[in-house]
């Protein structure tokens, strides 16, 4: 078992900046892949951003454009999502996962990709 727990979420303005932080316990040499979904009230859960265990490869999602981005510290089995420009849209509970098997383009987008998920944190982002 692999166990996600997230921080860094908090009530921002338009335009800061907030770095969400993703701890990762357990059987940790078991995964191979950790993502940043969101969900917002009423809307269903999106992909934001996903990076293998390597750290060679990441993957975003379309409203990124940018503006985020997610890196890893293997050492501390830790994820981060560096998001920068936020806007109101971005308001959501921000989500961790981790994957057991390698992510790719396709597959890293997909919720059924992954197989631990944590509790979340709260981004508000006020215009």
């Known amino acids: 078992q692999v166990r996600l727990v997230e921080s860094g979420g908090g009530l921002v303005q338009a335009g800061d900046s907030l770095r969400l932080s993703c701890a990762a316990s357990?059987?940790?040499?078991?995964?191979?892949?950790m993502g940043w979904f969101r969900q917002a009230p009423g809307k269903e859960r999106e992909f934001v951003a996903a990076?293998?265990?390597?750290?060679?490869?990441?993957y975003y999602g379309d409203f990124v454009k940018g503006r985020f981005t997610i890196s890893a510290d293997n050492a501390k089995n830790a994820v981060y999502l560096q998001m920068n420009s936020l806007k109101p849209e971005d308001t959501a509970v921000y989500y961790c996962?981790?994957?057991?098997?390698?992510?790719?383009?396709?597959?890293?987008?997909?919720?059924?990709?992954?197989?631990?998920w944590g509790q979340g944190t709260q981004v508000t982002v006020s215009s």
């Open positions: 990076i293998r265990s390597s750290g060679f490869s990441t």
């Open positions: 357990g059987r940790t040499s078991s995964t191979y892949g």
């Open positions: 996962a981790a994957s057991r098997f390698p992510l790719n383009p396709v597959s890293a987008s997909k919720q059924t990709t992954y197989d631990y």
